[in-house]
């Protein structure tokens, strides 16, 4: 085994595609693909499984890259503390539902630990790639709603990828509408007053069913509904077409204006948000850094 073999493996996890790691190595497919497997019979485990679809960790492979990632952090302390080397760039990645408060907790984690290189990802994406994202290391952490109906599913989930689900705060729903929509101007409004407004939802690609909706009350109707993909696209249209959505509530006037504004919606349900890691793997110093920024942001 070779410190070079564990850069590959990180990388190959980092990317989630032999090709892009391969790419970014600046060496060829085969080679790296002959090195990992050379690893793998040499360690006698499966570190990565492949299929059609691509590559992912195995349960191994990920307890393997969280011990491999220890080592070169060790090494490269070495190296800076005996040669002089420059420090490699930082990297760290989140997955996470379309909230602005986990945008605000990023920010602040960049202007307090950014370094002169970094290479930080935040993915607001679907809730099953969130979750596959986390089981395959590509983020660290997730950030993701439960609730009474879809928790069993989740929790199904999470479990058979050795995850855990973390409470960040419960809430009441609300929804987000313009400043200039004819419901602003209420302390509370009902299911029954939002059917002329249009509905806007975030599309979950090919697992767009109700139990990984973002939003609270997925298996109502609407006379009109939109799917979009993108906050920005969502509060556009919220504005544009006096629109809603359905969601926590808090919002960050700083990141997003004050044209959009949360108004409580009356219904008995609740949403408990959280963020998911791996049962096995300790949040690195950076994970753990962001986790504090969310509950500074969510305070």
Do not use: G
């Given at each position: 085994m070779t410190l070079q073999q564990l850069k590959y493996v990180i990388e190959v996890a980092n990317q989630g595609s032999i090709n892009e790691a391969a790419k970014r190595l600046f060496i060829s497919q085969p080679s790296l693909s002959n090195a990992i497997r050379d690893l793998e019979l040499e360690m006698q485990i499966m570190i990565f499984e492949r299929s059609n679809k691509g590559i992912t960790l195995s349960k191994e492979g990920v307890e393997f890259l969280s011990y491999a990632r220890q080592v070169v952090e060790q090494a490269e302390l070495l190296e800076n503390r005996y040669r002089g080397a420059k420090p490699s760039p930082q990297y760290f990645s989140i997955s996470t539902q379309h909230y602005a408060f986990a945008v605000n907790a990023f920010v602040n984690l960049v202007r307090e630990y950014g370094q002169d290189e970094y290479e930080f990802a935040l993915r607001?994406?679907?809730t099953y790639e969130i979750i596959e994202d986390v089981k395959n290391l590509r983020s660290e952490i997730g950030i993701l709603y439960m609730n009474e109906f879809n928790g069993k599913v989740i929790n199904k989930l999470l479990k058979d990828a050795n995850l855990q689900f973390n409470s960040l705060f419960t809430a009441k729903p609300h929804i987000f509408i313009s400043i200039r929509n004819p419901l602003a101007k209420q302390s509370i409004v009902t299911i029954k007053q939002l059917q002329?407004?249009?509905y806007l939802s975030f599309d979950q690609g090919e697992y767009n069913s109700f139990h990984f909706s973002e939003e609270i009350l997925s298996t109502l109707t609407h006379r009109k509904s939109i799917r979009v993909?993108?906050?920005a696209t969502l509060f556009n249209l919220l504005i544009g077409l006096n629109g809603y959505t359905i969601s926590t509530g808090v919002l960050s006037a700083d990141l997003n204006g004050n044209e959009?504004?949360?108004?409580p919606l009356d219904c008995d349900e609740t949403i408990h948000i959280g963020w998911i890691s791996h049962k096995n793997v300790p949040l690195s110093k950076l994970g753990?850094?962001?986790?504090?920024?969310?509950?500074?942001v969510i305070t």
């Open positions: 607001e994406t679907k002329h407004y249009p993909n993108d906050r959009i504004i949360p108004v753990a850094a962001y986790i504090q920024a969310l509950k500074q």
